[in-house]
């Protein structure tokens, strides 16, 4: 988190990812169990940009393999991060994050309707010293269960409460466009290539 994604536009931001070491030498205290889960949960001294961060959740969506970000398409695609090792792991959050669009209880429930696979994570950020929250919702897309997913976005809106209360419908209209206007399109396409 604390390192540039490498996307091809100037004066990317890092984040801050806290270990014990340097909290210690930083502030001269320990770390506590509090500290692990502050930062499990993406509080405390835990910061993140939200480029690093939809990187982080496209290396979950396609089970541990992040790509640099570009603005413009490149020949070859260069691996910023590969967690591949973690892919039991990475299963279950991937399984959480369709919990989260599927179940009737689920944060990110309105995303249900898109006819495509769909795993989500909304949350809040706080800025400006804790005085302000950001809303964000995190969400990839795939055609089917078989498929890889082909979109990832994050939506974020300043000064507000909840992710899914702000975000999800930002989201759905996102997802919704997507799959009208590339999935649906592609496929009617495509069914008529076979005719």
Request: cysteine-free.
């Amino acid at each position: 988190m604390d390192e540039t994604t490498g996307i091809d536009l100037p004066g990317e931001a890092i984040g801050f990812l806290p270990t014990p070491d340097e909290k210690e030498e930083r502030t001269g205290e320990i770390w506590r169990i509090g500290d692990t889960y502050n930062v499990s949960i993406g509080q405390g001294d835990f910061a993140v940009t939200p480029m690093r961060l939809i990187t982080a959740i496209s290396a979950i969506a396609n089970s541990g393999v992040a790509y640099i970000p570009h603005i413009k398409e490149i020949p070859e695609r260069q691996v910023l991060l590969d967690i591949s090792d973690m892919a039991s792991a990475l299963a279950e959050v991937r399984h959480g994050m369709m919990d989260a669009v599927e179940k009737d209880y689920g944060t990110a429930n309105l995303l249900k309707t898109i006819p495509m696979v769909i795993g989500a994570k909304t949350g809040s950020a706080q800025v400006a010293d804790n005085t302000k929250t950001n809303a964000i919702v995190t969400a990839y897309a795939s055609r089917d269960m078989n498929s890889l997913p082909e979109i990832a976005i994050l939506v974020i809106v300043e000064d507000a409460r909840e992710g899914s209360l702000n975000t999800v419908p930002i989201a759905k209209d996102v997802l919704q466009w997507y799959y009208d206007e590339r999935v649906n399109i592609q496929s009617d396409e495509e069914g008529k290539e076979e005719e």
